[in-house]
């Protein structure tokens, strides 16, 4: 009886494709509803933008990210889908140069699910909100859980929570 080695090359468990360990990034400005099929996806914000999630549904995500100076009273707006669901959470801001003020570097917006809000407004008319200003929304099947930092020209740069 004879045995024949084959050399077989075996794939590679475990290890991602390059390409699936890449977040998928998208440029936005101006105004976008996010579908669900777009959980996980980065947006780049470099104009005043307002967006609008999908419905909510448990681990969907969403992360933007200032790539540009923005002065707006609305830099970055981002919408639930709808009036009757949630948001909260808590943002920081972070003034440039720090002022010696108190609020140089408050958590200026924070809410818990008895407040009912279903938006977030980013911004400041008169200063700007400068680029690595991230917000990023978690879903837990119900609600919008919102964390983030602003970094912004001043103490006038506001983050609120808010309703539609």
Not at 123 to 142: N, R, Y
């Amino acid at each position: 009886l004879s045995i024949k080695r084959r050399s077989f090359k075996m794939a590679k468990v475990g290890r991602a494709s390059r390409n699936a360990s890449l977040m998928r990034v998208e440029s936005v400005s101006g105004t976008k509803t996010i579908g669900a099929a777009e959980t996980g996806e980065v947006y780049l914000v470099s104009a005043a933008t307002s967006v609008t999630l999908p419905a909510p549904k448990a681990g969907a995500y969403f992360k933007f990210v200032i790539t540009a100076d923005i002065t707006s009273a609305a830099a970055l707006v981002v919408n639930t889908d709808s009036t009757s669901t949630v948001m909260v959470g808590c943002v920081r801001r972070v003034v440039e140069g720090g002022t010696g003020h108190a609020l140089d570097n408050a958590a200026v917006a924070q809410a818990a699910s008895a407040d009912g809000h279903d938006k977030i407004v980013v911004g400041d008319g008169a200063a700007a909100i400068h680029p690595g200003s991230t917000l990023e929304c978690l879903c837990d099947g119900t609600k919008w859980i919102v964390t983030g930092l602003v970094w912004a020209n001043a103490n006038s740069a506001t983050v609120t929570f808010d309703d539609q």
